[in-house]
């Protein structure tokens, strides 16, 4: 038999022989504890990989039931891959009620947003979600088509043109899967064919919406009318938002973090650093201090002065932390109320 300890003057088939010829004369009998060992540690491995495949098809079952409701609404293709994106960073109980609660989509983005490790990509991204944001229903949305008024006025946006342009019309009357237009202008920019879609937007309490509708055909009537799918959804009409960079410093007063005795005492107020700025909210660093998700704070100087509460936290350093805080609106003051009415005691005859 051939030495392991001689094998140094040997050639590598030889020393391939001698490891074989070492490891027959040393074989292992298993005993039962560890058959029984090896078939628990088999049956684990199979259960864990079949729960793992079970939670991903129900993942992108859940993925693809949102792909259909965001397209049901006539959402922008790059918003629904932005939805599905973020959907990837979000656990299954926060994806099944990311389309209709607010907390739930914000959670997910708070996710998502601390995988982009690079500040120059967070930002961009962060103004793509906060679009989004401002446009999805969160449970608005019935599921039963939008009922117009009638003699609601519209604007049908043709985009499907070398040179796209705008018409002008009255909502006629709504039916059951459709929607009559009359158009206010007629000539060849009227005649649009079957099956083309249009843009309509109209003024829904002080804001814009809009929605995707297909022309299904026209009129006979006074004029040039058309007959409209009837929408699902009416959202509101996509903004770019712009975070623009700006240096700033200010005072901060984190009035939900400490009893009221400090407030009072003013010892909670802070200095933060605006870094980005916009119609939406801002972003700032806070010192050793990380805001929770939704805490109110307000910004007591400077140009963004106002009540602010909190929506994602971004890339941290050692110890300053950055978040972008939503502006909110102006609260009414006491005496801007409305006020009940005081009905009339009726007289006893």
């Known amino acids: 038999m051939i030495s392991l ?5 040997l050639s590598p088939t030889e020393k ?3 490891l074989r010829q070492h490891m027959a004369g040393n074989q292992y009998s298993p005993t039962p504890w560890h058959e029984v060992l090896a078939w628990t540690a088999g049956v684990l491995l199979g259960v864990f990989l079949l729960t793992h495949i ?8 859940v993925c693809m039931r949102w792909q259909r409701e965001l397209m049901r609404i006539s959402l922008e293709q790059d918003e629904i891959n932005l939805f599905q994106k973020i959907a990837q960073h979000a656990p299954y109980r926060t994806l099944r009620r990311m389309g209709s609660h607010r907390v739930s ?14 500040q120059a990509r967070q930002v ?13 229903l969160f449970g608005q949305s019935s599921g039963k088509l939008v009922s117009l008024e009638r003699g609601a006025e519209v604007h049908l946006a043709v985009t499907q043109t070398m040179s796209p342009y705008g018409l002008e019309g009255t909502v006629l009357r709504t039916l059951p899967a459709t929607l009559q237009v009359g158009l206010i202008e007629s000539g060849p920019r009227c005649q649009l064919p079957t099956g083309s879609w249009l843009r309509l937007e109209m003024q829904l309490e002080h804001t814009t919406h809009e929605c995707w509708v297909r022309v299904r055909g026209r009129c006979d009537g006074r004029g040039t009318q058309l007959l409209l799918d009837r929408p699902a959804a009416m959202l509101r009409k996509r903004q770019e938002l712009d975070l623009k960079q700006a240096k700033l410093q200010a005072t901060a007063d984190f009035k939900e973090r400490f009893p009221d005795r400090l407030q009072e005492e003013g010892t909670l107020q802070q200095s933060v650093q605006i870094s980005h700025q916009s119609r939406a909210g801002v972003i700032l660093s806070v010192d050793k201090l990380r805001l929770r998700a939704g805490e109110s704070i307000a910004i007591l100087d400077g140009p963004c002065k106002g009540e602010y509460s909190s929506f994602v936290e971004l ?3 050692p110890s300053k932390h ?3 805080v939503w502006r909110q609106p102006p609260s009414l003051t006491p005496s801007q109320h409305r006020q009940p009415v005081p009905r ?6």
């Open 105 to 118: 989509f914000d959670h997910a983005c708070n996710l998502y947003l601390r995988t982009i490790a690079n």
């Open 344 to 349: 009339e005691k009726e007289a006893i005859s």
């Open 322 to 324: 950055s978040h972008f």
């Open 5 to 9: 300890a001689d094998s140094r003057m």
């Open 16 to 18: 391939i022989a001698a």
């Open 54 to 61: 079970v939670q991903r098809w129900k993942h992108r079952a």
């Open 315 to 317: 890339s941290n350093g």
């Open 124 to 136: 961009p991204a962060l103004a793509d979600v906060i679009c989004l944001r401002e446009r999805l």
